[in-house]
């Protein structure tokens, strides 16, 4: 993982739908003339503007830079969480658990 520091010249989103569930990218232009995108909604709305500061961490892939994290220059991950947190795991993990117990109760009404 590569670590970059510029300045956001702009910022653009794209949504689109891919096998009936909606998506959205974020991407960063800096002004070092690499663009670097992000599916992550927490970096997307985590309130980055043009003329911004900022340290990028990510990979290229193929043509494109993924970014995995994003802060405000000098700072470590300001005012963000890991991309896979132990809380989007856990809120995860309640949400498989409520499926599989509504698929439980559904398994159970039809023994009935």
Same mark, same amino acid.
């Given at each position: 993982?590569?670590?970059?520091?510029?300045?956001?010249?702009?910022?653009?989103?794209?949504? /689109?739908?891919?096998?009936? #569930?909606? *998506?959205?990218?974020? @991407?960063?232009?800096?002004?070092?003339?690499? +663009?670097?995108?992000?599916?992550?909604?927490?970096?997307?709305?985590?309130?980055?503007?043009?003329?911004?500061?900022?340290?990028?961490? /990510?990979?290229?892939?193929? #043509?494109? *830079?993924?970014?995995? @994290?994003?802060?405000?220059?000098?700072?470590? +991950?300001?005012?963000?969480?890991?991309?896979?947190?132990?809380?989007?795991?856990?809120?995860?993990?309640?949400?498989?658990?409520?499926?599989?117990?509504?698929?439980?109760?559904?398994?159970?009404?039809?023994?009935?």
């Amino acid at each position: 993982m590569e670590t970059k520091e510029g300045i956001i010249n702009s910022i653009s989103i794209q949504e /689109g739908i891919k096998g009936n #569930k909606p *998506w959205k990218r974020w @991407e960063f232009a800096l002004n070092d003339g690499h +663009k670097y995108s992000t599916f992550d909604e927490k970096i997307g709305n985590s309130g980055f503007k043009s003329g911004d500061k900022v340290t990028i961490k /990510g990979e290229q892939s193929g #043509k494109y *830079w993924n970014m995995k @994290e994003m802060c405000k220059a000098g700072q470590e +991950k300001a005012n963000s969480e890991p991309v896979n947190s132990s809380n989007d795991v856990i809120e995860l993990l309640r949400k498989i658990l409520a499926e599989l117990k509504g698929m439980t109760d559904r398994l159970d009404h039809l023994a009935d």
